[in-house]
Protein backbone atom coordinates (compact mmCIF):
# COMPACT_ATOMS: atom_id res chain seq x y z
CA UNK A 1 0.00 0.00 0.00
CA UNK A 2 1.34 3.41 -1.13
CA UNK A 3 1.96 5.98 1.93
CA UNK A 4 1.38 9.44 1.65
CA UNK A 5 2.64 11.21 -1.18
CA UNK A 6 4.53 15.02 -0.89
CA UNK A 7 5.98 16.99 -3.72
CA UNK A 8 8.15 18.35 -4.20
CA UNK A 9 10.85 16.83 -1.47
CA UNK A 10 12.82 20.21 -1.56
CA UNK A 11 11.92 23.92 -3.40
CA UNK A 12 14.29 26.76 -2.77
CA UNK A 13 12.85 30.35 -3.47
CA UNK A 14 13.96 34.09 -3.28
CA UNK A 15 11.59 35.84 -0.64
CA UNK A 16 8.31 37.26 -2.18
CA UNK A 17 7.53 34.68 -4.41
CA UNK A 18 4.68 32.48 -3.72
CA UNK A 19 5.18 28.26 -3.44
CA UNK A 20 2.90 25.55 -2.69
CA UNK A 21 2.99 21.79 -2.13
CA UNK A 22 1.49 19.01 -2.72
CA UNK A 23 -0.26 15.69 -0.80
CA UNK A 24 -1.38 12.68 -1.59
CA UNK A 25 -2.72 11.13 1.14
CA UNK A 26 -3.21 7.21 1.52
CA UNK A 27 -6.29 5.95 -0.10
CA UNK A 28 -9.08 5.63 1.94
CA UNK A 29 -8.01 8.52 4.71
CA UNK A 30 -10.86 11.12 5.39
CA UNK A 31 -8.20 13.39 7.35
CA UNK A 32 -5.46 14.87 6.21
CA UNK A 33 -3.00 17.46 7.89
CA UNK A 34 -0.49 19.95 7.58
CA UNK A 35 2.04 20.39 9.55
CA UNK A 36 4.87 23.08 9.58
CA UNK A 37 8.32 21.93 11.21
CA UNK A 38 11.11 24.09 12.04
CA UNK A 39 14.65 23.03 12.48
CA UNK A 40 15.62 21.31 15.85
CA UNK A 41 11.62 21.15 16.40
CA UNK A 42 8.76 18.89 16.53
CA UNK A 43 6.38 19.51 14.21
CA UNK A 44 3.33 21.99 14.50
CA UNK A 45 -0.61 21.55 13.00
CA UNK A 46 -1.18 24.32 11.03
CA UNK A 47 -4.55 22.94 9.44
CA UNK A 48 -6.59 19.21 9.84
CA UNK A 49 -9.45 18.52 6.97
CA UNK A 50 -12.21 15.94 7.54
CA UNK A 51 -13.16 15.16 3.82
CA UNK A 52 -12.92 18.20 2.38
CA UNK A 53 -13.52 21.02 5.22
CA UNK A 54 -10.91 22.53 7.09
CA UNK A 55 -12.16 21.40 10.66
CA UNK A 56 -8.94 23.32 12.66
CA UNK A 57 -7.13 26.03 11.05
CA UNK A 58 -6.43 28.37 14.03
CA UNK A 59 -2.96 27.70 13.61
CA UNK A 60 -2.87 28.56 10.21
CA UNK A 61 -1.56 32.46 9.35
CA UNK A 62 -4.15 33.49 6.64
CA UNK A 63 -2.27 36.26 5.68
CA UNK A 64 -0.08 34.60 3.74
CA UNK A 65 -0.72 31.13 3.60
CA UNK A 66 -3.73 29.24 2.15
CA UNK A 67 -4.62 25.65 1.60
CA UNK A 68 -7.24 23.51 0.08
CA UNK A 69 -8.51 19.65 -0.27
CA UNK A 70 -10.15 19.08 -3.50
CA UNK A 71 -12.77 16.48 -3.92
CA UNK A 72 -11.88 15.32 -0.22
CA UNK A 73 -8.58 13.81 -1.29
CA UNK A 74 -5.44 15.80 -2.52
CA UNK A 75 -4.39 18.76 -0.91
CA UNK A 76 -2.34 22.10 -1.71
CA UNK A 77 -0.39 23.89 0.93
CA UNK A 78 0.36 27.60 -0.71
CA UNK A 79 2.42 30.65 0.58
CA UNK A 80 2.14 33.84 -0.70
CA UNK A 81 4.73 36.07 -0.54
CA UNK A 82 7.16 33.98 1.15
CA UNK A 83 8.97 35.22 4.06
CA UNK A 84 12.58 34.11 5.71
CA UNK A 85 10.64 33.02 8.20
CA UNK A 86 9.34 30.32 6.48
CA UNK A 87 12.22 28.17 5.80
CA UNK A 88 11.11 24.81 7.56
CA UNK A 89 10.39 21.33 6.26
CA UNK A 90 6.17 21.03 5.79
CA UNK A 91 4.85 17.49 6.30
CA UNK A 92 1.12 16.16 5.13
CA UNK A 93 -0.28 13.60 7.31
CA UNK A 94 -3.29 11.25 7.19
CA UNK A 95 -5.63 9.16 9.43
CA UNK A 96 -8.69 7.01 8.85
CA UNK A 97 -12.30 7.10 10.19
CA UNK A 98 -12.33 9.40 12.75
CA UNK A 99 -13.20 8.19 16.14
CA UNK A 100 -11.37 8.51 19.42
CA UNK A 101 -7.65 7.72 17.89
CA UNK A 102 -6.39 6.68 14.46
CA UNK A 103 -2.76 6.49 13.94
CA UNK A 104 -1.75 9.23 11.44
CA UNK A 105 0.30 8.32 8.67
CA UNK A 106 3.27 10.94 7.98
CA UNK A 107 4.49 11.78 4.08
CA UNK A 108 8.71 12.67 3.91
CA UNK A 109 7.86 16.28 3.81
CA UNK A 110 8.85 19.36 1.35
CA UNK A 111 11.72 20.98 2.90
CA UNK A 112 11.17 24.69 2.15
CA UNK A 113 14.26 27.19 1.70
CA UNK A 114 13.62 30.91 1.70
CA UNK A 115 16.92 33.22 0.24
CA UNK B 1 -2.56 24.54 26.65
CA UNK B 2 -1.24 21.34 25.96
CA UNK B 3 2.77 20.77 25.83
CA UNK B 4 5.13 17.80 25.51
CA UNK B 5 9.14 18.22 27.11
CA UNK B 6 11.84 15.94 26.35
CA UNK B 7 15.43 15.35 27.07
CA UNK B 8 17.43 17.68 24.98
CA UNK B 9 19.82 16.11 22.75
CA UNK B 10 21.88 15.03 21.19
CA UNK B 11 22.18 11.82 22.89
CA UNK B 12 25.41 9.51 21.57
CA UNK B 13 25.64 5.68 23.40
CA UNK B 14 27.44 2.55 22.31
CA UNK B 15 25.63 -0.77 20.92
CA UNK B 16 23.97 -2.23 23.45
CA UNK B 17 24.03 0.08 26.19
CA UNK B 18 20.28 0.81 27.79
CA UNK B 19 18.48 3.77 26.75
CA UNK B 20 16.00 6.48 28.17
CA UNK B 21 14.61 9.42 26.51
CA UNK B 22 12.76 11.44 29.24
CA UNK B 23 8.70 12.39 28.36
CA UNK B 24 6.98 14.71 30.78
CA UNK B 25 3.32 16.32 29.54
CA UNK B 26 1.02 19.07 30.06
CA UNK B 27 -2.61 18.46 29.23
CA UNK B 28 -6.39 19.07 30.49
CA UNK B 29 -8.25 15.88 30.85
CA UNK B 30 -6.25 12.13 29.91
CA UNK B 31 -4.57 12.83 26.48
CA UNK B 32 -3.42 9.44 24.37
CA UNK B 33 0.85 9.03 24.32
CA UNK B 34 2.88 7.96 21.29
CA UNK B 35 6.47 8.05 20.41
CA UNK B 36 7.10 8.69 16.94
CA UNK B 37 10.53 8.02 15.18
CA UNK B 38 11.77 9.80 11.94
CA UNK B 39 15.20 7.97 10.51
CA UNK B 40 17.50 9.61 8.54
CA UNK B 41 15.57 11.15 5.17
CA UNK B 42 12.19 9.41 6.33
CA UNK B 43 8.97 10.34 7.23
CA UNK B 44 7.60 10.09 11.36
CA UNK B 45 6.54 6.85 12.03
CA UNK B 46 4.41 5.78 14.74
CA UNK B 47 6.98 3.77 17.29
CA UNK B 48 4.32 3.08 19.97
CA UNK B 49 1.43 4.22 21.76
CA UNK B 50 -0.11 4.53 25.45
CA UNK B 51 -4.22 5.47 25.55
CA UNK B 52 -4.65 5.65 29.05
CA UNK B 53 -2.95 5.75 32.63
CA UNK B 54 -0.84 2.45 33.24
CA UNK B 55 -0.86 1.64 29.72
CA UNK B 56 2.93 0.24 28.31
CA UNK B 57 3.26 0.47 24.84
CA UNK B 58 5.78 -1.15 23.22
CA UNK B 59 7.40 -2.19 19.86
CA UNK B 60 11.02 -2.99 18.35
CA UNK B 61 12.40 -3.87 21.75
CA UNK B 62 11.09 -0.18 22.49
CA UNK B 63 8.94 0.43 26.01
CA UNK B 64 6.75 3.25 27.66
CA UNK B 65 4.57 3.41 30.21
CA UNK B 66 1.89 6.28 30.77
CA UNK B 67 2.71 7.33 34.36
CA UNK B 68 -0.24 9.70 35.15
CA UNK B 69 0.74 10.33 38.56
CA UNK B 70 4.08 11.91 37.52
CA UNK B 71 3.00 12.68 33.83
CA UNK B 72 5.91 11.01 31.94
CA UNK B 73 6.00 8.76 29.12
CA UNK B 74 9.33 7.86 28.97
CA UNK B 75 11.09 5.68 26.01
CA UNK B 76 13.60 3.17 26.97
CA UNK B 77 15.11 0.15 25.55
CA UNK B 78 17.69 -2.34 27.05
CA UNK B 79 20.05 -2.61 24.35
CA UNK B 80 20.36 -0.35 21.26
CA UNK B 81 21.78 -0.86 18.05
CA UNK B 82 23.40 1.25 15.34
CA UNK B 83 20.03 1.02 13.14
CA UNK B 84 18.03 2.45 16.41
CA UNK B 85 19.89 5.86 15.11
CA UNK B 86 16.79 8.87 14.42
CA UNK B 87 14.95 11.38 15.55
CA UNK B 88 12.71 10.72 18.56
CA UNK B 89 9.58 12.22 19.29
CA UNK B 90 7.15 12.40 22.04
CA UNK B 91 3.69 13.39 21.91
CA UNK B 92 0.20 13.75 22.81
CA UNK B 93 -3.21 13.81 21.37
CA UNK B 94 -6.08 15.20 23.54
CA UNK B 95 -9.49 12.89 23.52
CA UNK B 96 -11.62 15.53 22.78
CA UNK B 97 -11.84 14.65 19.14
CA UNK B 98 -9.60 16.92 17.83
CA UNK B 99 -6.81 14.55 16.86
CA UNK B 100 -4.16 16.54 16.97
CA UNK B 101 -1.04 15.76 17.61
CA UNK B 102 1.22 17.98 20.22
CA UNK B 103 4.63 17.29 19.99
CA UNK B 104 8.20 17.73 21.52
CA UNK B 105 10.93 19.30 20.44
CA UNK B 106 12.75 16.05 19.54
CA UNK B 107 15.92 13.62 20.70
CA UNK B 108 18.54 13.18 17.99
CA UNK B 109 20.09 9.51 19.36
CA UNK B 110 23.48 8.46 17.62
CA UNK B 111 24.13 4.74 18.32
CA UNK B 112 28.37 4.27 17.88
CA UNK B 113 29.59 0.37 16.67
Known amino acids: EAGVVQSPRYKIIEKKQPVAFWCNPI?????LYWYLQNLGQGPELLIR????????DSQLPKDRFSAERLKGVDSTLKIQPAELGDSAVYLC?????????????FGPGTRLTVL | GDSVTQMEGPVTLSEEAFLTINCTYT??????LFWYVQYPGEGLQLLLK?????DKGSNKGFEATYRKETTSFHLEKGSVQVSDSAVYFC????????????FGQGTRLTINP
Open chain 1, 27 to 31: SGHNT
Open chain 2, 91 to 102: ALSDLQGAQKLV
Open chain 1, 49 to 56: YENEEAVD
Open chain 1, 93 to 105: ASSGTSGRYNEQF
Open chain 2, 50 to 54: ATKAD
Open chain 2, 27 to 32: ATGYPS
